[in-house]
């Protein structure tokens, strides 16, 4: 099998928006393979071995040489696919170089803080990567759970702020916690490495569940198409989203 493995097509693009639209969810099943995925997993633990056990992040790892997340950037018919998919739900052309990629890595140290933070993406698309994923209990394994297309792509960034501010917060995300862990089947999709997950992450307001400290949890997620690239407060936020990243980076 071929490290990834997608058969890009009008059809398959259609198939997915129609998915993403309907159901909210969409997903490439057995597109990677076992050796990738293989390569993959070493890497997260090569980057364990040098940053210890805990939790961290990196942005964008497709662009760095030095990783072997770059053939995730250099897969002409995984972007292609990912491309068009988002510029159907943004009805306007969608760069590459725009893309986001992070590698998030929760086990150990800080674990615990970094679990049911329910947030909408500032991209229209996010596609999930899972790379180690626990096999303990799944209350305690980190999977994803999501309230699919809970609003609509908005024209707007400062109604977009307000939306963020109103479920983005403390007493909120505790709520839908509540809500989550009460009607699980309902909101979880339990992950497989080898698989692609797509949903609109803008739309839907989205989490992981927490992970074990002596459990490893690592995904890779890459975003396309950002919705509101032209506001200047956006790209402030993102920056000092990514710089907070690095804080936390450092003071682990």
Not at 9 to 30: I, K, P, R, W
Not at 91 to 101: G, N, P, T
């Amino acid at each position: 099998m071929n490290d990834i493995s997608i058969e890009m097509s009008e059809q398959l693009v259609t198939s997915a928006v129609d998915s993403l639209n309907n159901t909210g969810f969409y997903c490439l099943e057995d597109v990677i393979g076992l050796d990738l995925q293989e390569k993959f997993s070493s890497e997260v633990f090569n980057l364990l071995e040098l940053k210890g056990k805990r939790y961290f992040s990196l942005i964008n790892p497709i662009l760095d040489n030095d990783l072997v997340f770059k053939v995730l950037g250099e897969n002409a018919g995984l972007n292609s696919f990912l491309i068009r998919v988002s510029e159907n739900a943004l009805k306007r052309k969608v760069a590459i170089k725009d893309s986001l990629s992070v590698l998030r890595v929760v086990t150990g140290k800080n674990s615990e803080g970094q679990s049911l933070k329910f947030h909408y993406d500032a991209y229209s698309l996010t596609a999930l990567i899972p790379i180690v994923i626990p096999e303990g209990p799944t209350k305690k394994a980190g999977h994803l759970v999501t309230f699919k297309n809970l609003r609509k792509f908005r024209t707007s960034f400062i109604i977009n702020i307000i939306e963020k501010a109103f479920l983005q917060n403390s007493f909120m995300r505790k709520v839908l916690s509540r809500v989550v862990l009460k009607n699980l089947k309902k909101y979880i999709y339990v992950m497989k490495p080898g698989n692609i997950y797509l949903f609109w992450g803008y739309r839907s307001l989205h989490a992981n569940l927490p992970v074990d400290p002596s459990y490893t949890r690592a995904t890779l997620l890459f975003h396309f198409g950002d919705v509101h690239p032209k506001s200047m407060a956006n790209q402030l936020i993102k920056s000092s989203r990514h710089s907070a990243e690095k804080v936390i980076e450092k003071s682990n």
